[in-house]
């Protein structure tokens, strides 16, 4: 009887899915054919659209197109490709799918129809009526809502076995034997919202990735939304439109020709020329409507040099748009970025396109209906089969996509199951000679791993420990796929010349990955800076130290247990606090070993307010410490990943965070205090001229008159003329560790400007190099001293080809007077 009923069940669910084809199939009616030019080659992004609709495809790389259709009768379909006829065809669908196989013809570009004023180059005159008219064209469209379809690939060739010593393997299955093939795949379909100017809004209703059927792509609307009515267009850095107010301070144009287009209406297609290749510009083609002056497509690239991404050769970025009788009005209807890179040995290349369908202009959108979310999903948006997405998919997939899909399907299945797991564990976590000094235990079918670590960072010298080594021990366990985890660790440490042996250790665990809940307790024994923020990086004192006998670094020792919590309350606003018990000793310096001993210098003492006195510079306490620190990023918008949370700052406004400090239960009462301190900052980028970043801080102390030295505000400063640091807003590179720390009341002020390229990048000769010019002012006030001020000019982007990771400064400093200037040599890469 169940075996009855069992395969009774099992024709049932066999008939149902049969009826699903069926009706998916009815659903999914087509017309398909393939485009080619004259000579028989396939032609990619084709634009397809049904005449006066935006209801339409693009043809994929092998210039095959799938059109749905909702019913069988006639209708009039319009195939437009740059470079080539427009083609209508009317067609009276009899049976779906129905096959409709067009070749287009190459356009005619012509200039006998041009009059060329011997004193004006025609295309200068066409710019300028499309400049005049580039603010009416922007504000045309008030607000819109449309489908959204975006694919994303990309591909290496080649890739080495090791990248940094660290083995990739396969990249889940991507690579075949000659180490080349497809490592990311993904498609997005979605419904967008967008009012004037700025907001975009987008509901994801499918997703789907290569290789993880529980995956969300990352491909959205937001990433590829670039708006050539607008003077500069965000593109890794702030590019310069080719129809910009200023565009003629950075292109030249040439007029190849003029061609029309299916209305009729005279398209001018115009060569974009950058004057000067470092600038951040574009070349290629734009296309313009005469008389409207708007723009009917762009053929543009862009190197890597001119975005500022260092990994990228060239980019290519190609739009396409399509009139609207009923709108009066130019759209976006398809697009696509292609990409060439190479870092690191390893090169590839890329496409991401998109598409835009179905639009609804000026559909009483307000204010009202957008927010700070910006991207979310429907519920099993990564859910879909085959057959929704070939239903729905206005870009059919190549052979190769194709191939990318069913291959890394099922390699999923395998590499998920125990077996297959346990099998690469087995062979992963022989310990090899190489892991002696590092190695780990994974377990990856339950998700945990661990290990040890001898860093090549933990041989240091200072002048109280003599040399140091360390050892790290781990455990992780991911919980899981939400990035919800546990971690364990422990850091022992040994001084050769102090002899001790100090350990800390640490259990963290993450909440969750929305308001990214984390609860922290530690506890050990450390060697630390006076100055918590650790100006003085370990290698920067190890070699200041042993080559030239400088040992600004001043350190004591804290034996301690804290417990640490932080979360996002709502958006925007995060609250982190601690408090712990602290056991804090004076140390001394116990060596005076140099690589090069010189007889006129001698190291100075371990105490930071006066490096000539061998008095301790604090009493030994014990004390307790409470923190509560609020940030709030104004203006925070937000994508909603199904149990994720992806925070976007805005570079309209800054940030503030508010903190409160409090020593208490020491056991000298005078090292008992009150602090309060705010801090504001910013960074922005100001059109073509550069990035403009700023820090502001300032606090107040109460009951602090006599406070152990390591509670006072300390201040970044330099001494070793080296700086390892993106930019220099937090930093006083001209000023002792500890010249200038207050136990009162403090006001700190940064600012630096990047001119990225819009100074140094229009100077004959010294535009080839590619450099950035960047100045900056810093000021410090406290109540015992005369205000400090740094004032900076400097170099940036120094290096060759790709590797720019050099940057020299200038520096000049006052306090009631000239007081030094100096030279700073900036590492940005490591």
Known sequence: MSKFNHQSTSMKLKLHALFLLFVCTFASAQITGTITNTNGEPLPFVNILVENTFKGTTSNDDGYYELSVSEKKSCTIVYTYLGYKTVKKTVDVTSLPFKVDVTLEEESVSLNEVVVASEDNPANAIIRQAIAKRK??????????????????????????????????????GLDSTRSGIIYLSETISKIQYLRPNQLKEKITASKVSGDDNGFSFNNAQDVDYNFYNNTVEFGNQIVSPIANNAFGYYRYKLEGIFYDEHGNLINKINVIPKRKNDPVFSGTIYIVEDQWTLYAIELDITGTQARIPAADIISLKQSFSYSKTDDLWALISQSIDFKYGIFGIKGDGRFTAVYSNYEFNSNLTQKDFGAELVSFENEANKKDSLFWKQIRPVPLTEEERTDYVKKDSIQIVRESKTYLDSVDREKNKFKLGDVLGYTYDNSYKKYSLGFDIPIGGVQFNTVQGFTTQLNLFYNK?????????????????GFSDERLRATASLRYKFNNTNRRFLTLSGGTKV????????????????????????????????????NYSEELFNGFYLYSNISYENRSALFNTTDQAFYPRADQVYLTNNPIDPTS????????????????????????YLSYPDSKFNIRSEKYPTLVLSYEKGLGATNSDYNFDQIKARLYQSFTIADKGRFSYNLRGGKFFNADDIAFMDYQHFNGNQINVSRRGNYTNVFNNLGYYDLSTNDSYL??????DFNGFILGKIPGLNKLNFNLIVGAHNLATPDNKPYQEFTIGVDNIGWGKWRFLRFDYIRSYQGGFQGDAILFGLKFF
């Open 528 to 563: 630390e800076q006076f100055n918590s923020a650790e100006p003085i990086t370990p290698f920067g004192n190890s070699i200041a130290t042993l080559f030239f006998e400088e040992n600004y670094m001043k350190l004591y020792e804290r034996r301690f247990i804290q417990l």
């Open 136 to 173: 009416e064209n922007l504000e045309k469209i008030e607000s819109f809502k449309a489908d959204f379809y975006s694919r994303g690939l990309i591909r290496i060739k080649d890739a080495p076995e090791k990248i940094l010593g660290q083995e990739i393997g396969d990249l889940g299955g």
């Open 748 to 753: 700190e002020m940064h600012a630096e400007h």
């Open 478 to 494: 991911q919980l899981d796929e939400f990035r919800r985890y546990f971690n364990a660790s422990a850091s022992v440490q040994y």
């Open 614 to 637: 061998t008095d301790a510079p604090f009493e030994n306490h014990n004390i307790v410490k409470f923190n509560v620190t609020g940030q709030i990023n104004f203006g925070q918008k």
